[in-house]
């Protein structure tokens, strides 16, 4: 074993040996985010979009409607981009993923239950 350890690696295996420290000091000093529960992302985050045509001081507000207890352990990490997709999209995703249902309630609203 002292072989491989003090003659291969530092003479023939050296990038790999570069690389896998540089790695591990990268790695260990990168902080990940912590996971946001979908149920206080909902609670404390309200929604408005512009519908289209209509005037950006105006926004149209959605009211998202759930059972916190069908929420308890669903985590969510990730970004919402409304030129990229539509809420209801998003929502769509995420309930298909997570197993939920989502109902629209009205033209600006929304309830998600479980199935």
Same mark, same amino acid.
């Given at each position: ?6 003659? &291969?690696?530092? /003479? ?17 000093? !990168? ?12 609670? &404390?985050?309200?929604?408005?979009? !512009? ?8 926004? /149209?507000?959605? *009211? ?17 981009? &409304? ?29 998600? *239950?479980?199935?």
């Amino acid at each position: 074993w002292y072989y491989y350890l003090l003659i &291969q690696i530092p /003479v023939y295996e050296y990038l790999p040996a570069i690389g896998i420290w540089l790695g591990m000091y990268f790695g260990f000093r !990168h902080k990940s985010p912590e996971p946001v529960s979908i149920s206080e992302s909902l609670i &404390q985050t309200e929604y408005s979009e !512009h519908a289209s045509g209509s005037n950006p001081e105006n926004p /149209v507000k959605t *009211k998202i409607s759930y059972n916190s207890a069908d929420m308890k352990n669903i985590d969510f990490t990730g970004t919402f981009d &409304q030129n990229k997709e539509t809420l209801e999209s998003f929502l769509n995703t995420l309930c298909i993923l997570n197993e939920l249902k989502i109902k629209k309630t009205n033209s600006n609203g929304f309830s998600i *239950k479980e199935k």
